[in-house]
């Protein structure tokens, strides 16, 4: 039988050479993406709106210790944190717009204000990522790799802000991916949809209802396979697509979840 919690392998030199920024990568699935990427040979920059913790994660890699404070949702930081790159490194070939928020809330609890926010945060952030990125990437093609979620193709009666949110970067990066096919650049754009993978984001959202032992008894009831995910699950499968062994596959969504959205 498979061991759920034991560590996934990462294959080394796979990503020999590559230039990958990883945002949110100061914790959970960000830190496991920026370390499954180093740990197969790319140079990976480490950017999160906790530049603390984007410099403690960054200084653990074997291949850089370039950190950057960049808030997702400022076009002019993301300006900054691109120029950066292009001035360290001279390319970028991974993209992981991994950085997002979960608010919780149904139609009637969730205010318009927190609605915003986590649509500035889950989808502007992603479009600003690949609309400041992509005129470095095209220079010599490479991989976008945004994150959604089971969430954005399933719907949860009171997760209204972010099945919206998730939802609207599963279409997004398809017409991002069509965009890059048409215009010939070489960039894939892919969205990974994690089911429930124990990080300190699900940490914050039990910590948000009345009743965390019910609702984690529910997240693994709707999850068919039994477990809950382990972040090399998801890093496992950003390392695949930001990898050439997935040069044919773009504007796909990857399910990683146990099951849930074919419930
Ligand atoms: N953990 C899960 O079960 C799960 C399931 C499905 C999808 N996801 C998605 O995976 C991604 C990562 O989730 P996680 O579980 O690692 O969460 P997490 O809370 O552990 O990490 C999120 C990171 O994003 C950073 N961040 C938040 N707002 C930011 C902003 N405006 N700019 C830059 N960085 C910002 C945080 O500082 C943090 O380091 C999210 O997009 C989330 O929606 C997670």
Redo the contacts with the bound molecule.
Sequence with gaps: MIDPTAPLPPFPDRLAGRIALV????????AAIASRLDAEGAKVIV????GD?ARHHAATLSQCDHAIM????QPDQWQAAIGQVEQRHGRLDILVN?????TMGSIETLDYAALRHELD??VG?VFLGCQTAIPLMKRTGGSIIN?????GLKASANLVGYNAA?AAVTLMSKSIALHCAQEKYGIRVNSV?????R????D?VLAQVDDPEATLAGFLSVHPIGYL?HPDDIAAIVAWLASDESRFATGAAFSVDGGMTAL
Excluded: E, R, Y
Excluded at 47 to 50: E, F, L, T, V
Excluded at 98 to 102: E, R
Excluded at 199 to 202: D, G, N, S
């Design positions: 945002t949110g990568g100061a914790s959970g699935l960000g950017a999160d709106i906790d913790g960049l808030d997702v949702t991994n950085a997002g928020i979960t945060v889950d952030g994150m959604a979620s089971g969430s998730k949809h994690p089911g429930a993978i990080t300190p984001i699900l914050k995910g």
